[in-house]
C-alpha cells in the first residue's frame, strides 16, 4: 500500500514539473523582462571604433568595452557617496573623455560619430 503513495506523489511532482515547463516554454520566464537597471551609468558609442571605459574606484581600475554602434551599462549606483573616475580611450590608448565625481543618478555618456562628447541627464532609447 505504501508504494501506491510513493507513486501518487511522484506523479503529482512530475505533473506540476509539466506544467511548470509548459508555461516557460509558452510565456517565458517570469519578470525575465523587467525595466533597464536604474543604478548605472551608460555609455553610448557612436564612433567606428571599439572604446575601452576604464572605471576606477580607488582599487584599480575595471575595463567595459563598449562596441562601435552600441552601448554599454557601467553599474556606479553604489559609488554615489565616493568619488570614481571614469576614462574612455580608443583603440590607440588615447583618452576620448574623462569623468570623475560621485554618480548619485543616471547619466548616459555619448560619444557621436562626429568625436563630439555629451553627457546627458538620465537615460534616453538607444540608438539617440
Same mark, same amino acid.
Given at each position: 500500500?505504501?508504494?501506491?503513495? =510513493?507513486?501518487?506523489? =511522484?506523479?503529482?511532482?512530475?505533473? =506540476?514539473?509539466?506544467?511548470?515547463?509548459?508555461?516557460?516554454?509558452?510565456?517565458?520566464? @517570469?519578470?525575465?523582462?523587467?525595466?533597464? /537597471?536604474? *543604478?548605472? #551609468?551608460? /555609455?553610448?558609442?557612436?564612433?567606428?571604433?571599439?572604446?575601452?571605459? +576604464?572605471?576606477?574606484?580607488?582599487?584599480? @581600475?575595471?575595463?567595459? &568595452? =563598449?562596441? #562601435?554602434?552600441?552601448?554599454?551599462?557601467? @553599474?556606479?549606483? &553604489? *559609488?554615489?557617496?565616493?568619488?570614481?573616475?571614469?576614462?574612455? &580611450?580608443?583603440?590607440?590608448? &588615447?583618452?576620448?573623455?574623462?569623468?570623475?565625481? @560621485?554618480?548619485?543618478?543616471?547619466?548616459?555618456?555619448?560619444? +557621436?560619430? *562626429?568625436? #563630439?562628447?555629451?553627457?546627458?541627464?538620465?537615460?534616453?532609447?538607444?540608438?539617440?
Amino acid at each position: 500500500m505504501i508504494w501506491w503513495a =510513493v507513486a501518487a506523489s =511522484v506523479g503529482i511532482v512530475l505533473a =506540476v514539473l509539466l506544467c511548470c515547463a509548459g508555461w516557460i516554454w509558452r510565456f517565458g520566464v @517570469p519578470m525575465a523582462d523587467q525595466a533597464p /537597471v536604474e *543604478d548605472v #551609468s551608460v /555609455v553610448e558609442n557612436h564612433l567606428a571604433v571599439e572604446l575601452a571605459v +576604464e572605471v576606477d574606484r580607488g582599487a584599480g @581600475p575595471g575595463i567595459y &568595452r =563598449v562596441r #562601435s554602434g552600441s552601448y554599454t551599462e557601467i @553599474p556606479t549606483a &553604489r *559609488d554615489c557617496a565616493s568619488s570614481v573616475r571614469l576614462t574612455a &580611450r580608443d583603440p590607440d590608448g &588615447r583618452v576620448l573623455g574623462e569623468l570623475n565625481g @560621485p554618480f548619485c543618478e543616471v547619466r548616459t555618456w555619448v560619444f +557621436e560619430a *562626429d568625436g #563630439s562628447v555629451e553627457l546627458l541627464s538620465g537615460r534616453r532609447p538607444f540608438p539617440g
